[in-house]
C-alpha cells in the first residue's frame, strides 16, 4: 500500500512538472513534440540537471522555433551558470572577447541563483533571438542571433563538450 501512495505521488508530482513544461512551450511551438529523449547532466558524480528539446512535431531545426527545458537538481549560482556558458562556447570555437564579454554582461543580468527543482527554458524565436524563462516568467531576452546560434549549440552543437546528451537530446543515433 506504502509504494502504490509512493509511485501515486511520484506520478502527481511529474504530471505537475510536465504540464507547466507543456504550457509553456505550447506558447512559443505549434504542434510541440519533444524531439528526443530526457538526458541527464552530470558532473563527477552529481547529478546537475535534465534537459529535454521541443520542437514542432518533434523536428529539430537550429533555424526554426524550439524550446530546450533545464530542470536543475542542485542549487547552482547564477553566475557560475554564465562563466560556465560562455567557455562552453569558448571550446566550440567562438572567440571573440569584446562580443563575449557583451554577451557576458547580459548572462549576467538574466540568469539566477538556482535551487533543487528550479526550471529554466530557453526559447528560440521565430526572429532568432533568445528568451529565456524561469518556469512561465520570462527572464530576460538576447536579441542576436549569433548568440542564440552559439548558446544552443552547448548542447545541440556538433562541437558540444557533451555528445551523448546532443545524441540523446537530438534522438541521434550514436556510432
Excluded: C
Excluded at 8 to 36: C, R, W
Excluded at 98 to 104: F, N, V
Amino acid at each position: 500500500m506504502q509504494r502504490a501512495i509512493f509511485a501515486f505521488l511520484i506520478l502527481l508530482f511529474s504530471t505537475q512538472g510536465f504540464a507547466s513544461t507543456s504550457d509553456l512551450v505550447n506558447q512559443f511551438i505549434e504542434n510541440p513534440k519533444q524531439v528526443g529523449k530526457t538526458s541527464r547532466m552530470t558532473y563527477l558524480f552529481w547529478d546537475v540537471y535534465d534537459a529535454s528539446l521541443y520542437a514542432p512535431q518533434g523536428a529539430y531545426s537550429q533555424d526554426q522555433p524550439f524550446v530546450l527545458a533545464l530542470h536543475y537538481l542542485r542549487a547552482l549560482d547564477g553566475k557560475e551558470i554564465v562563466k560556465r556558458s560562455l567557455k562552453e562556447m569558448e571550446k566550440q570555437g567562438f572567440n571573440n572577447s569584446s562580443q563575449g564579454e557583451r554577451w557576458l554582461a547580459e548572462m549576467k543580468k538574466i540568469f539566477p541563483n538556482v535551487s533543487k527543482g528550479t526550471v529554466l527554458f530557453g526559447v528560440r524565436t521565430p526572429e532568432g533571438a533568445t528568451q529565456f524563462y524561469q518556469d512561465k516568467k520570462l527572464i530576460g531576452e538576447v536579441k542576436d542571433s549569433e548568440f542564440t546560434t552559439r548558446f544552443f549549440n552547448i548542447w545541440l552543437g556538433e562541437k558540444t563538450s557533451e555528445p551523448t546528451m546532443r545524441a540523446e537530446l537530438l534522438g541521434l543515433k550514436r556510432k
